[in-house]
């Protein structure tokens, strides 16, 4: 069966520090990979996707980055955080292309 | 564009009573529409989805939902509610017409709450 790992699962960042959250999907091969923010325990907010390795779009300009060193390894960055990168990060992964998304268990982030 | 709305952004039911969740959407094609549900600091976790076929869609833990395409909507349903599924239920959209096709849309979610 298909897991998905998502760590650390809390952080706590000064403001201008560094990120990185990663991501990885273990029990499929070749999945389309995303990245969402979710402020304020309600809507989702769809940062990066990829549909494989070293493919990323970006869906809002930001501070942050994404990358895809291996099939099933997605990792987000930042080099100087912001106030308002504060928020429940989430990765989600597909197995087929228009099929439901799988979600990990989330990084909370909160930035001081 | 595709678009999704929850109209409520809370609902309370009463335990055994059924419940409803409601969901409205937009596509320009034909959608693809799913169901998650969000505990309290826990990733999203998948319900149920239509992609075609029945409009009934039976899911998850005794949850279903109808696909009504002239309403264009697709309300989540249980007959009977438990304490246990009060949480956070997101409904989303995806269209088949290759427009924006990676993205799945979301709505802003609506907290249910049931009360013993």
């Known amino acids: 069966s298909q897991t998905i790992h998502q760590w650390p699962a809390t952080l706590v960042q000064p403001v201008g520090s560094p990120l990185s959250l990663e991501c990885t999907v273990e029990?499929?091969?070749?999945?389309?990979l995303y990245w969402y923010r979710q402020a304020a325990g309600r809507g989702l907010q769809l940062l990066f996707y990829s549909v494989g390795i070293g493919q990323i779009s970006s869906e809002v300009p930001q501070n942050l980055s994404a990358s895809r060193p291996q099939d099933r390894q997605f990792i987000l960055s930042s080099k100087k955080l912001l106030l308002s990168d504060s928020g429940f990060y989430l990765c989600?992964?597909?197995?087929?292309?228009?099929?439901?998304?799988?979600f990990g268990p989330g990084t909370r982030l909160t930035v001081l | 564009a595709q678009s999704v709305a929850q109209p409520e952004d809370q609902v309370n039911v009463a335990e055994g009573n059924p419940l409803t969740v409601k969901c409205t959407y937009s596509?320009?094609?034909?959608?693809?529409l799913f169901w998650y549900v969000q505990y309290p600091n826990r990733g999203l976790q998948f319900l149920l989805k239509y992609i075609t076929g029945d409009n009934l869609v039976k899911g998850s833990y005794g949850f279903e939902a109808e696909f009504n395409k002239s309403q264009t909507s697709f309300h989540l349903k249980k007959p009977s509610a438990l304490v246990s599924d009060s949480a956070l239920y997101f409904c989303?959209?995806?269209?088949?017409?290759?427009?924006?096709?990676?993205?799945?849309?979301f709505g802003k979610g609506t907290k249910l709450s049931v009360i013993p």
């Open positions: 596509v320009s094609g034909n959608p693809y």
């Open positions: 029990g499929t091969s070749n999945p389309n």
């Open positions: 989303a959209v995806r269209d088949d017409s290759g427009a924006g096709s990676y993205q799945l849309t």
């Open positions: 989600a992964w597909e197995g087929l292309a228009g099929g439901e998304q799988f």
